[in-house]
């Protein structure tokens, strides 16, 4: 091998990019995220059911929101039809908070696991709850 | 042709991740074990290819000199484009290797008044299609370790709202995302166009962009359209990189069609022109010194050669040369 040294230092300033997941993440154990659905107002519901379904709002929830922003606050639409045709009131205070008022055990759980900062928050009030802990 | 082969080995590839999740149910395979093969393979191959070539010698001290070379004192020298030094050589590499400079010296020639004239044009083009697509592809793979790592590394979070800056939509679009996939769709139009260019693709040529396309769009698409649920998504990465591979049911074919591609990009990298990753470093015209007059550079696989001098030549055949008229130095 010619300049031996170079190109081992080489390889190993690879290496540690490369294999960076691995060297930063071991024996590390994660627990995977809990969102929990046990505040008051969901515990009273006799149908626990949000807009749309589990499925839906767990891979669109983010476009939703974002829907209901343009929706309400730019075109003054204040009106939701589903996809099951209940219409709901376009509100992330009174609609969405009313249920999930647990901001800490169900928003935060699962976007700071997959490490997402949405900017709700920028605008809105925060909870009670999570307004104490902060 | 060649287009055509390496497109349709990429639709094969699509193909196959889809059959095998969707329908043979294969996620164990396409979820771990092509993943964690793929990876050793990049590894292994990358290292094995670099160990490979530095078992050959440079025979000659051949750096481009594209500036003044270091000669005497009151004669000013061009310390990155002719360094004379170690220092200079990194500054020259680094410049090389984050900014592209040699690229950024790209000549277009053409023929003026009908071949009268043959002119010179400064053409940037490939250097800010090679570059955006470079740069891009990078902050999309620091990107990514959001889903490797737990808690997240703080540079990966500024990276993440640059990226996002925008706030278009949610969630965001990643400004990177869309200018990798213009950069790699421009690098493979401009092969498709510019016949000279058209002449010398190979296959192999096409395939590493064709590859980056599908990644690319898979990637956006489930990002901004399909919709995966990200949080078993990265229960699975995160497992990956963990050493604790497990399969959360229920993400969408569109995760594993992203995922083989990639794998299949990582797979083929230490066999391709893709090493390149590499090889920039090891240029002999970019990482040498301009010094060739002050130091020596000796052939590294010189040897003693045998030889046969002409003194030793005409002792041997002094007397048939005399007999044959043949005049000689010595009597």
């Known amino acids: 091998m010619y300049d031996a040294w170079k190109i081992l230092l080489g390889l190993i300033i690879f290496l540690a990019f490369a294999t960076f997941p691995f060297y930063s993440n071991m024996g590390k154990a994660v627990a995977k995220p809990d969102p929990k659905l046990d505040t008051p107002v969901i515990q009273q519901m006799k149908v626990k059911q949000c807009v749309e379904s589990k499925e839906f709002m767990r891979a669109e929830h983010m476009q939703l929101l974002n829907n209901w922003r343009d929706a309400a606050l730019r075109r003054g639409e204040r009106l939701y039809k589903g996809s099951d045709g209940r219409i709901t009131e376009i509100s992330f205070q009174n609609q969405c908070l009313r249920c999930h008022s647990n901001k800490k055990k169900f928003c935060d759980e699962c976007h700071s696991y997959a490490d997402v900062k949405p900017y709700c928050w920028d605008c809105h009030i925060a909870p009670k709850e999570a307004k104490n802990e902060h | ?331």
């Open chain 2, 1 to 331: 042709m060649g287009a055509l082969l390496s497109f349709f080995v990429v639709i094969v590839l699509v193909l196959l991740a889809l059959a095998g999740v969707k329908g043979a149910g294969l996620y164990v395979l396409f979820g771990t074990i092509i993943p964690y093969a793929a990876f050793a393979t990049f590894i292994l191959g990358v290292i094995l290819r670099v160990i490979k070539w530095s078992r050959s010698p440079v025979p000659f001290h051949i750096p481009t000199t594209c500036g003044q070379e270091k000669s005497l004192p009151w004669i000013k020298y061009s310390k990155l484009e002719s360094p004379a030094g170690t220092m200079g050589v990194i500054g020259r590499m680094a410049l090389e290797v984050l900014l592209f400079r040699s690229l950024f010296r790209n000549l277009k020639s053409e023929q003026r008044d009908d071949g009268a004239k043959l002119v010179y044009g400064s053409n940037k083009w490939l250097w800010l299609g090679g570059i955006a697509f470079h740069w891009s592809m990078l902050i999309v793979i620091i990107r990514h370790l959001r889903f490797f790592t737990h808690p997240v590394p703080f540079f990966v979070n500024i990276i993440d709202s640059l990226d996002g800056f925008l706030q278009i939509g949610a969630p965001h679009l990643m400004i990177t995302g869309v200018v990798l996939l213009l950069a790699v769709t421009y690098l493979f139009l401009r092969r498709a166009f510019i016949p000279q260019v058209r002449y010398i693709s190979l296959p192999a040529d096409y395939l590493p962009l064709f590859l980056i396309m599908g990644i690319a769009t898979s990637g956006i698409l489930m990002r901004y359209f399909l919709k995966v649920d990200i949080i078993h998504v990265k229960e699975l990465t995160l497992g990956l990189a963990t050493l604790n591979p497990k399969i959360p049911a229920g993400i969408g074919v569109i995760f594993y069609i992203h995922l083989f591609l990639i794998s299949t990009l990582f797979a083929y990298f230490p066999f391709s022109k893709l090493m390149h990753m590499g090889g920039v470093f090891l240029s002999p015209t970019r990482n040498l010194a301009n010094n060739s007059r002050m130091k020596r550079h000796v052939n590294p696989w010189n040897y003693p050669v045998k030889v046969h001098t002409y003194e030793e030549y005409e002792d041997q055949f002094r007397e048939k040369m005399k007999d044959a008229g043949i005049p000689v130095e010595k009597e």
